[in-house]
């Protein structure tokens, strides 16, 4: 009885240190993903973001957004180049 009941501590500790390992690991991700709506819409979740959250946007999104603005410029100021010629 004693080694059955050691045995299910040790699962359960275990269990619990793979569990903060895992949670240690995906926080990042976890806290971009519940405040970025750009993440709740990527999730296909938009329509339970609560309203009262203000639109922040993760680092991640924040990137990727200047990065096609970036591409959105250098496409318009070519085709102005081209215009011009």
């Not at 976890?30 to 993760?58: A, D, F, G, L």
């Not at 924040?62 to 990065?67: L, N």
């Amino acid at each position: 009885m004693i080694m059955v009941s050691l045995w299910a501590i040790l699962f359960l500790l275990v269990m619990c240190g793979q569990s903060a390992l895992l949670v240690w690991y995906a926080w990042p991700a976890i806290r971009r993903m519940v405040h970025c709506p750009w993440c709740w819409q990527s999730c296909h979740v938009m329509k339970h973001y609560p309203p009262r959250w203000s639109s922040t946007m993760c680092p991640y999104h924040a990137h990727r957004i200047q990065a096609q603005l970036a591409l959105k410029r250098a496409q318009r100021l070519s085709h102005a180049c081209e215009v011009a010629r």
